[in-house]
């Protein structure tokens, strides 16, 4: 009896024991899953804030990429506008030419209106255009605006001459 009573003691020892042990490893369980919380949070939160940082960034160069579209399509109309002048005003020339004058005045008329119609065209597409798409329309147009001046040169050298 004695020696039972030494083994359940021994026993209950062992278990308190093995409960003490899975106390603790319950603990050291319970404290790595707070730090993996943490750790996994923090990264959440760089995460996000290199997101919001990205998202910034690409939004100041898309407003100066606009103004930068903006500042060109202006050029380009101005630089119409101002051909358009010139253009009237020859083109009223033309009207009170005579003979030989008059027919090549009204051949070099109908090239600059061609010429015209393409550089408007590309401005128009330019109102649409994004990316390399709207890099390669732009040089595209800026062609056809030096084309017009070209068209317009040769208008008034008709007329002059």
């Known amino acids: 009896m004695k020696m039972t009573r030494v083994l359940c003691l021994v026993c209950l020892s062992g278990f308190g024991l093995m409960a003490c042990n899975k106390g603790e490893d319950q603990a050291k369980l319970d404290t790595a899953k707070r730090e993996a919380a943490t750790k996994v949070a923090d990264a959440e939160r760089e995460a996000n804030d290199k997101k919001a940082a990205a998202e910034h960034d690409l939004a100041d160069a898309k407003a100066k990429a606009d103004a930068a579209r903006a500042d060109a399509r ?17 083109k009223e020339r033309a009207a009170k030419a005579t003979g030989k004058k008059k027919l090549n005045a009204q051949a ?32 595209q147009a800026q062609r056809d605006v030096d084309s017009v001046k070209t068209a317009l040169d040769a208008f008034d050298t008709t007329l002059t001459h």
């Open 74 to 90: 202006a050029s380009i109309q101005k630089d119409l506008a101002a051909d358009d002048r010139k253009a009237v005003d020859l």
């Open 108 to 139: 070099a008329s109908t090239e600059y209106d061609k010429r015209r119609t393409a550089a408007e065209h590309d401005l128009e597409g330019l109102n649409s255009a994004s990316g390399d798409a709207w890099d390669n329309l732009k040089a």
